[in-house]
């Protein structure tokens, strides 16, 4: 667990010489295993609390404790050997082959060369390049959304329990921007990370979010899952900043999965709990039927999604 206590960062303007707080009496709790989405607009504050928490920038006041331990008695070195780093500028090695950029950090930690090839290679895969046609080739020879992938795969390559990523997704063009969302989640059902993720694009916020943090001018504006801040925003800020129709959006976006509850599923069509809830409802209405089985990312029935579950978020 991630725990920041009233964080502050001050910056001084160079040119007026006045004082400005980038961050301000930041009081949040990241929990274990789910993604916390850092939102807000340009400027208020979102990447320098992400930089705060692996010690790439240093708080002006405030705390912030991981499982317990204030991150200010660690060596940085040894902080971030627990803390995944994914930037959009990911910077690979631009000598290494792609299956040597995600074996770095394992092969720097010495563990077995074998073992972290086989890893690479799954880790590849999971993100969607195919290990045979990628693994050998170097980072001039991606494209921006490929470059991207691998260095999502060589975050989780250390398998590190806690994985900040600053806008991940940002340089990708829609349609492959999807693809590595829905790959992404998929990812984060079966290794179930302690993630933080800065982003301002409010869909993707609300599609990965178990949690979001909506920032306003450096301070905490709302904090809450997507639904909360969708549905009772607790103020005209969040209101405004989510727009009008941000229940459509957040609907089309949801996963079948968030929408699964505990029942029978015997002899139920069965679904991908990846799958977003404007997909289910067709395979609803294709198969004719009330009820779906809703699958978790290793094939094991995780819940039913009713109609009348569909009918309620609606
Ligand atoms: N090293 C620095 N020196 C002075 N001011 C800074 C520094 N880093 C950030 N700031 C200022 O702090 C504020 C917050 O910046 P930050 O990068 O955290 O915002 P952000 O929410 O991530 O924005 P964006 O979405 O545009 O990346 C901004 O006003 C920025 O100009």
New binding site residues.
């Given amino acids: 667990m991630i725990e920041l206590q009233n964080l502050e960062?001050k910056?001084v303007?160079e040119t007026s010489g006045e004082t400005?707080y980038?961050?301000k009496d930041l009081s949040l709790v990241f929990p274990d295993g789910k993604i916390t989405a850092l939102l807000?607009?340009?400027?208020?504050?979102?990447?320098?609390?992400l930089r705060m928490i692996n010690r790439l920038?240093e708080p002006t006041g405030g705390k912030i404790l991981l499982d317990g331990q204030d991150i200010m008695a660690q060596r940085p070195e040894d902080l971030r050997r627990q803390i995944g780093y994914v930037i959009q500028q990911i910077g690979l090695f631009p000598h290494l082959s792609v299956l040597q950029n995600v074996a770095t950090v394992p092969d720097l930690l010495g563990r077995p060369k074998a073992q972290t090839r086989e890893r690479a290679r799954e880790l590849l895969e999971l993100v969607g390049l195919e290990p045979g046609q990628f693994g050998g080739k170097h980072p001039h020879e991606l494209s921006g959304g490929q470059a991207q992938r691998v260095g999502v795969a060589r975050a989780l390559a250390a398998d590190p329990p806690v994985l900040l990523m600053d806008?991940p997704f940002g340089a990708l063009d829609p349609l492959a921007r999807d693809k590595l969302q829905e790959a992404f989640l998929d990812i984060q059902r079966r290794l179930q990370k302690t993630i933080v993720l800065?982003t301002?694009d409010i869909d993707e916020a609300l599609r990965l979010g178990d949690r979001v943090a909506l920032?306003n001018a450096?301070e905490l504006a709302q904090f809450g899952t997507p639904n909360d801040l969708v549905r009772h925003p607790e103020s005209e800020f969040v209101r405004q900043f989510l727009g009008e129709d941000a229940l459509l959006r957040q609907l089309a976006g949801l996963r079948a999965s968030q929408l699964a509850q505990p029942g029978d599923a015997t002899g139920l069509p069965q679904i991908s709990g990846s799958l977003n809830v404007r997909s289910a409802l067709s395979v609803m209405l294709g198969q004719r039927s009330d009820a779906l089985a809703v699958l978790d990312a290793d094939g094991q029935i995780e819940g039913v999604l009713t109609w009348q579950a569909l009918e309620e978020a609606g």
């Fill in positions: 960062k910056y303007n400005f980038a961050v807000g607009p340009s400027g208020c504050g979102k990447t320098t609390t920038t806008e800065v301002h920032l450096g």
